[in-house]
């Protein structure tokens, strides 16, 4: 991860070395380092909406699942027991406020992975 995105920096900056850069017609920089953050970007469970950030907004997706306004997605599941419902808003806001004792994200093969803090 760290190499690519020093790839793009190099390219970046030798796009702009000589005054007309080549990369005019590609995604800017910052489009592509983003692109790379994503894919490197664990999958957290808690992380309901899928934007890759765990915030308010995944609290607010996650009432909006148990209220039926919102599709369910695997990563609403916060605490990862099987089912929707209140006890994943409370393992969301300790997920942002850095408290949660258990956090349960997927390995490189997808699988779900649950670890306690002290791991
Ligand atoms: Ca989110
Ligand atoms: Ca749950």
Known sequence: MAFTALLLV???VAGCSDGESELVDAA???DNYRMVVDAYAP???GNANGDNRIDHLDVDYVKGVIEGINELT???D???DGKIDEADILQIK???SGTQTELTLQDMD???VTRSRNQ
């Open 10 to 12: 190099g390219l970046h």
């Open 74 to 76: 695997e990563l609403s």
């Open 28 to 30: 800017p920089p910052e």
């Open 110 to 112: 997808g699988r779900p």
């Open 78 to 80: 916060a605490n990862y």
């Open 43 to 45: 999958v957290i469970y």
């Open 94 to 96: 300790w997920i942002i």
